[in-house]
């Protein structure tokens, strides 16, 4: 508040006379120029004072990391009087020489001049930790003052990069980095900041066209997700968070299809951006239901079926295309939502893993094979120490998804054992559609403890037309996903999921 009046006077100044402008005027900061001053002024104080102020051995009034107490005016000097810094008593006491105490190292004279710029911008805020738990409370907070919006707001965090050791992040770089990703789908108006330390935002899907629910169809039906959730499908560090009735009452209102309040935006930036700078796949996936969305809308959002002038889907590439798919990234170890349901990434467990499971591809004498050749007969060997549950999926090049009947008939009661279709004595990949001498299929193997039930993935497709031209297959999207009301019958960190991507050659 104390900085708008000072900026506020500083433009009159400026407007009706500029010669009275005061030279310590301090500058007018970007928000994330603010928000880096409040991270590295914590940090500091973490750093010299927390010790004694609010640590372990707690030995005065003055709580250093509670900001709040840290700007209160109750004192005859203020610990920190925003804007006056030689008003502030901690500067008082660090200049003197009486803070830190004793024969503590004392700051630096930089340490200083951040801590003194700090109070002369107004000493912006900064939580006491920057852990999940803040985040969400700044988040909730943040939503109570959007509630008519609330369905469209999605939350982006940087907070998870501040850490207690080492050097404050660059978060210049890594806000620079989420821009450019989100410019990529003519995203001009970035997300907003909603706290003052800048490391969280607020993003209305509804300016990306990410926020329409008849993209997806199963069965004849709609099938009510947007094209933010297909991001949130991919994201691997969810953690299950209950008992938060503001919460549950965001997602009631948000409809996600993860119980998710908030991603990681340097996530987002590596989701969207390869290493060398260009769109992923997903990002891909992304823009062309961005597409969709608007040519239902044009044509008056027709029912199921009536897709004729829909765009082509994307080129279809699951897990990227690759044939050897890179695992999710090491899921938080409290009780992770685990991506069970990613198109982009490979093997998912909880980490450590409940059970181990080994699955190959081998030809007809049961030797390993590193590739399938078009009509030669393979099997699916797998390899568990558990007797186990599991349910099998075959994707195809093409993006197609199909629930495979094995022999087995879902129970694993062996150390080792041999898949083929039901009825069959082998898997045969007749031929590529699209023509090319390689394509990439892929088993997804989910695998359960006995006693945990595993239910059937629910497989969706877009809405967009076919190519019919076969040289450039490009398909509606589908997906394979595990519906919230499914998830909450069995305990992910029981389940695993395996790829196995079988390389086809034309024989
Ligand atoms: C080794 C422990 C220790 C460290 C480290 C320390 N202080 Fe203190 N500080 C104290 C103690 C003890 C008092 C109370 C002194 C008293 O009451 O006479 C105090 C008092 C203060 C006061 C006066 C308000 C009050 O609660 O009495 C301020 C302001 C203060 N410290 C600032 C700082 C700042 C800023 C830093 C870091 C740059 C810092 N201190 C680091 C031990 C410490």
């Known amino acids: 508040m104390s900085l708008r009046v000072t900026r506020s006077l500083a433009i009159f100044a400026v407007v009706l006379a500029p010669g009275l402008v005061r030279a310590d005027e301090p500058p007018a900061l970007s928000r994330r120029e603010r928000g880096d001053l409040a991270i590295h002024a914590r940090a500091i104080l973490r750093q010299h004072c927390y010790a004694c102020h609010g640590g372990e051995k707690n030995c005065s009034t003055l709580p250093i990391l509670e900001h709040p107490k840290l700007i209160a005016t109750t004192n005859p000097v203020p610990f920190v009087a925003p804007t006056k810094v030689t008003g502030s008593q901690i500067v008082q006491f660090i200049e003197d020489g009486s803070m830190p105490p004793g024969d503590r190292p004392r700051l630096e004279s930089k340490e200083i001049d951040v801590l003194k710029k700090w109070i002369a911008v107004g000493a912006p805020s900064f939580p006491v930790a920057f852990d999940d738990a803040g985040t969400l409370r700044a988040m909730l907070d943040d939503i109570a003052t959007h509630q008519d919006d609330a369905a469209n707001l999605r939350y982006f965090s940087f907070a998870h990069l501040v850490t207690d050791k080492g050097p404050p992040p660059d978060l210049v770089k890594a ?29 209305d899907i509804r300016t990306a066209g990410w926020d ?85 809308q044009k044509e008056g959002r027709p029912g ?142 989910f695998a359960a403890e006995m006693d945990e039930p595993l239910p059937l993935a629910t497989i969706i497709r877009s809405r967009h037309a076919t190519n019919p031209n076969p040289k ?13 009301e499914k998830t909450k019958q069995f305990d992910p960190s029981k389940v695993v999921r395996k790829v196995i991507p079988i390389p086809v050659t034309s024989g």
Not at 405 to 419: C, H, R, S, V, Y
Not at 472 to 484: K, Y
């Open 472 to 484: 450039e297959v490009r398909e509606p999207l589908q997906r394979f996903l595990f519906p919230q």
């Open 175 to 203: 806000d620079g980095d989420l821009k450019r990703a989100l410019f990529r789908f003519g995203i001009t108006t970035p997300p907003v900041p909603v706290d003052d330390s800048a490391t969280l935002f607020r993003f």
């Open 304 to 445: 199921i079926g009536e897709e004729a002038r829909m765009p082509y889907g994307p080129k279809a590439r699951p897990f990227g295309g690759q044939s050897s798919v890179p695992a999710a990234l090491k899921p938080d170890a409290r009780t992770p939502i685990l991506p069970f349901d990613a198109w982009y990434s490979g093997d998912v467990h909880a980490d450590p893993p409940p059970f181990s499971v080994i699955a190959e591809l081998v030809d007809m004498k049961r030797a390993s094979l590193k590739s399938v050749t078009t009509e030669t007969p393979f099997q699916l060997k797998v390899t568990a120490k558990k007797k186990m549950r599991y349910v099998l999926l075959l994707v195809q090049a093409d993006g197609t998804i199909r629930v495979q009947p094995t022999n087995k008939d879902g129970l694993f009661d062996a150390d080792e054992i041999f898949l083929t279709p039901a009825g069959s004595a082998s898997f045969k990949i007749a031929s590529i559609t699209s023509g090319a001498p390689t394509a990439n299929e892929y088993f997804v193997l």
């Open 212 to 296: 329409k629910r008849d993209l997806f169809e199963k069965a004849g039906g709609i099938y009510p997700i947007n094209t933010y959730d297909v991001l949130l499908l991919e994201y691997p560090f969810g953690v299950a968070v209950s008992g938060n009735k503001r919460l549950d009452d965001y997602f009631a209102t948000a409809k996600l299809v993860r119980p998710i309040p908030f991603l990681r935006a340097d996530w987002i930036s590596q989701a969207l951006v390869n290493a060398k700078n260009e769109s992923s796949p997903l990002a891909a996936d992304l823009l062309s239901l961005t597409d969709l969305s608007a040519a239902l």
